[in-house]
């Protein structure tokens, strides 16, 4: 924000004017009372002092009031913007939950897929074992990346660019494996 804008605004333009009055209030008030009545004075003066003295007092009064207006005026726009802000807030945390959610269920499938890799793993060398457990691993597969697809599309639906480009790349990671599987039991 530039100081132009600061300066400008009603709330300091009134802070600046209150400060004005109160300065000559305090100089006009110095002159009046460092006067000796008792001695020659020009009486004409002391009047003019006076009058200026009453009119900074009026001024302070007006001011005075003036930035109460101002300060209400502002304190009720900084209560809009922190409604405005505790919604925002609001709707950060359910995007935060909504990521941690799809971020835990992404874990989960990732340890599913480690645990099939595993049992995959222990079959390759046993060709016999692999067509007899096939079909059960094919299962296993086949839900994984139905799970991941529909993980991808909430992803997606959700906007969560990073998960849906995770997501992706292990279910083509899975459909690899399932298309070697086959190959293998061949």
Known sequence: MSNKVKRDSPLVKSVLAL???LTELERV???INSTDIASDFDLEY???????????GKGISEEVTNLSTQLSEAQARAEGVA??????AE????RRDEQDQ????????????RDLNTVISGLRDDRAKLKSNLPSVESQL?????????????????RMRA????????????????????????
Do not use: P, W
């Open 19 to 21: 400060d004005h009055y």
């Open 29 to 31: 008030g110095t002159k």
């Open 46 to 56: 002391i009047q003019k002092l006076m009058t200026r003295f009453a009119e900074c």
């Open 83 to 88: 409604q405005g802000v505790s919604k925002q």
């Open 91 to 94: 709707r950060l945390k359910i």
């Open 102 to 113: 799809k971020l835990e269920e992404f874990r989960i499938l990732g340890e599913k897929v």
């Open 142 to 158: 086949g839900a994984l990346i139905e799970d991941l697809q529909k993980l991808r599309t909430t992803a997606r639906d959700s």
């Open 163 to 186: 998960l849906e480009k995770n997501v992706e790349s292990l279910v083509q990671s899975l459909q690899a494996a399932r298309k070697k599987l086959r190959d293998l039991s061949s």
